[in-house]
Nanobody, 124 residues
Framework: QVQLVESGGGLVQAGGSLRLSCEASGRTSSMYKMGWFRRAPGKEREFVGRILWSGGTTYYADSVKGRFTISRDNAKNTVYLQINSLKPEDTANYYC?????????????????WGQGTQVTVSS
């Protein structure tokens, strides 16, 4: 089992930045990847990006490339999502997710463990 706890969300003005954190605990030694997703009101959950736990390779959705950066601190079992140049359309609940087994797909179903989410609200 892996437990995930997100933090760092809040209310920010458009153009601002936020750094979200996701701390993992439990069976983290065999983790393959951690991903970030978001769900805006009235919309389906959207893949944002992911990082491979070993090696740190990242992959992003086209919609966030250039503004979102995922990084990790293995010693702290924590993954970060840096969001720059925030836009009102970035308003959503942001979730981190983890998967222990190899799975190259980036859909929500390819992740076994989920956090509770942290709300990001961007005012115009």
């Amino acid at each position: 089992q892996v437990q995930l706890v997100e933090s760092g969300g809040g209310l920010v003005q458009a153009g601002g930045s936020l750094r979200l954190s996701c701390e993992a605990s439990g069976r983290t030694s065999s983790m393959y990847k951690m991903g970030w997703f978001r769900r805006a009101p009235g919309k389906e959950r959207e893949f944002v990006g992911r990082i491979l736990w070993s090696g740190g390779t990242t992959y992003y959705a086209d919609s966030v490339k250039g503004r979102f950066t995922i990084s990790r601190d293995n010693a702290k079992n924590t993954v970060y999502l840096q969001i720059n140049s925030l836009k009102p359309e970035d308003t959503a609940n942001y979730y981190c997710a983890a998967q222990n087994e190899y799975n190259p797909i980036n859909s929500p179903s390819s992740y076994e463990y989920w956090g509770q989410g942290t709300q990001v609200t961007v005012s115009s």
